[in-house]
């Protein structure tokens, strides 16, 4: 598998901050480079696929608040990327989209129901 490196979060951030406003910065950085660990990990320890590792880069961006704004932004932006260079697409509309990272970022939905998502949407080209 292919994963997403903290420099391209961080243009990912810069762009979508660029494109939709909000406040540059940190809020706690670690946070980021824990939430970009765990899907490697998953997929090395844990044998994790394509959509639960996708589903762990946006339950982890999304919750732990790395950045001081863009935080959903960035974690959908993140899983997508991920999943088209590994060779697959996700299948979801917009609205969908902002649901899922609504209820992940409001703590409404666990890891394990966004993993089920993502399985549900993501498909192997």
């Known amino acids: 598998m292919i994963f997403v490196a903290k420099i391209e979060v961080l243009v990912f951030h810069r762009a979508l901050l660029e494109q939709f406003g909000g406040q540059d910065g940190f809020l706690n950085e670690g946070a980021l480079d824990a939430a970009l660990i765990a899907a490697e990990n ?7 696929g394509l ?5 762990t880069y ?3 961006l999304a919750s732990a608040h790395a950045f ?19 060779g697959g697409a996700l299948e979801a509309t917009d609205q969908e989209l902002l649901d899922l990272f609504l209820a992940i970022a409001a703590s409404r ?3 394990s129901e966004v993993e089920t998502w993502f399985r549900e949407h993501v498909v192997i080209r």
């Open 42 to 48: 998953r997929a090395w320890y844990e044998a994790a």
């Open 51 to 55: 959509a639960e590792c996708a589903a």
């Open 109 to 111: 939905m666990p890891r």
């Open 68 to 86: 001081l704004d863009g935080n959903k932004r960035v974690a959908a932006a993140v899983a997508e990327t991920f999943v088209v260079m590994n």
């Open 58 to 60: 946006a339950f982890h």
